[in-house]
């Protein structure tokens, strides 16, 4: 019998929440039934700063990024503002959409909300990724005045001084619309909602508390970080009992935007295991963990290679990206195989296809489409393999009903 399908299908969402009587803007990529992963943004950005690295977390994850008060799509209520607070709205926001555990990457001063969650709420924490953040931002003083300039003038004061402590002087090489995308956040952001959340920031000091922390966790730093340093990555890192460290080179401030590729390979190394390791969680998603456990049984030597290969690039790179989901990925399979005769693969490519939310009568009508364009000896052949297939199935499932 084929097992039931848990990873349903890719949900790309915007979406208003309204929390504690607050309307938070709010964007859910991702397969249904995967685990939760929050991200949380940096002050002066919104959840837009995330999207390069959506097409590989949404493969892997069901990801949850959301606008702090005061930025983007978020309303501004008055303050004052606390890290209580702000870490308590990602909470709420758990909570509205049913997330009992989740993963939660954050930078800056989303790392800051994300050490006060694996602080005070460790048994909501799956994993922790701190990027280019620090637990004590000081002195206090520096924003407070950063609160009253931007009360009086507007953020968009800020901008040109952003830029110089955000990315090296080769930022426009790496990434050409990375200065285009920040003004665009920072143009979003309610200058007394920015302001408030300055003051939380700097009445913030969580060093005491960093041994608190439980969950895995990956400290993040980029090399030529003026903001957060990596003396700063280091000492956050020696803090938390077993977490690891990474510096990136060539990055500043917002690494994510400066160096995504290494980025994103940090975060997921960390959050999903090896390429191979996140390849080998999705082929047994799709095909199943009986199939897995059988053809890991009968690996080799001379096959073991092959076989990491198929799992690193098959499993963990295009049956994990976002542009199709896994049911229309089985569809395509399917076809491809009947086309090219490759029908004893069918054995294990029909159960994933039902795993993944195809209805026989679907199935049926792939392979006569296959009859016309494969022609009508490969979708014979491929119905006399596939009804062979379901009438074992079958068997299985009624007997299996029996013994209950």
């Not at 990596?230 to 060539?250: D, K, T, W």
């Not at 198929?310 to 199709?324: F, H, N, T």
Request: net charge negative; proline share 4%.
């Amino acid at each position: 019998m084929a097992e039931k399908k848990e990873i349903g299908p890719v949900s790309m969402e915007e979406t208003t929440l309204n929390i504690r009587g607050i309307n938070f803007r709010v964007r859910i990529d991702g397969a249904e039934g995967s685990p939760w992963l929050l991200l949380i943004n940096s002050l002066s950005t919104t959840c837009a700063m995330w999207d390069e690295q959506i097409p590989t977390l949404s493969g892997h994850f069901r990801v949850i990024r959301y606008d702090q008060r005061g930025h983007g799509g978020t309303a501004s209520p008055n303050g004052p503002y606390s890290i209580e607070l702000l870490g308590s709205d990602a909470l709420a926001l758990l909570d509205a959409i049913g997330s009992e555990k989740a993963s939660v990457c954050g930078l800056s001063l989303g790392g800051l909300i994300a050490m006060w969650m694996a602080i005070n709420v460790p048994e909501r924490i799956e994993k922790t990724v701190l990027a280019c953040t620090s637990p004590n931002f000081g002195p206090r003083e520096f924003w407070m005045d950063r609160a009253a300039s931007v009360r009086e003038g507007g953020t968009a004061i800020l901008y040109e001084s952003l830029l110089q402590r955000w990315f090296t002087a080769e930022i426009d090489a790496r990434n050409s619309r990375a200065k285009e995308i920040v003004k665009e956040m920072l143009d979003s952001c309610n200058p007394e909602g920015y302001a408030s959340v300055c003051e939380a920031i700097g009445s913030t000091d969580l060093r005491s508390e960093l041994r608190k922390i439980i969950s895995p966790t990956l400290v993040v730093a980029g090399a030529l970080d003026p903001v957060c340093s990596p003396s700063m990555a280091l000492s956050i890192q020696e803090s938390i009992n077993g977490s690891s460290l990474q510096v990136i080179a060539n990055a500043s401030h917002l690494a994510n935007l400066e160096q995504p590729d290494v980025f994103i390979d940090a975060v997921m190394s960390h959050l999903s295991g090896s390429p191979k390791t996140r390849g080998m969680s999705v082929r047994t998603e799709v095909l199943g963990s009986r199939y897995v456990a059988e053809a890991s049984a009968k690996r080799t030597e001379f096959t073991a290679s092959f076989q990491d290969f198929i799992s690193r690039y098959a499993w963990g790179e295009v049956w994990a990206r976002p542009g199709l989901d896994r049911r229309t990925r089985s569809m395509i399979t399917l076809a491809i195989l009947v086309s090219r005769g490759n029908l004893d693969e069918l054995a294990f490519h029909i159960p994933a296809a039902l795993r993944n939310g195809l209805k026989r009568e679907e199935i049926m009508e792939v392979f006569i489409q296959c009859g016309v364009y494969a022609g009508v000896p490969a979708a014979n052949s491929a119905f006399a393999k596939a009804n062979e297939i379901l009438q074992s199935l079958e068997w299985v499932e009624n007997h299996q009903e029996d013994s209950v």
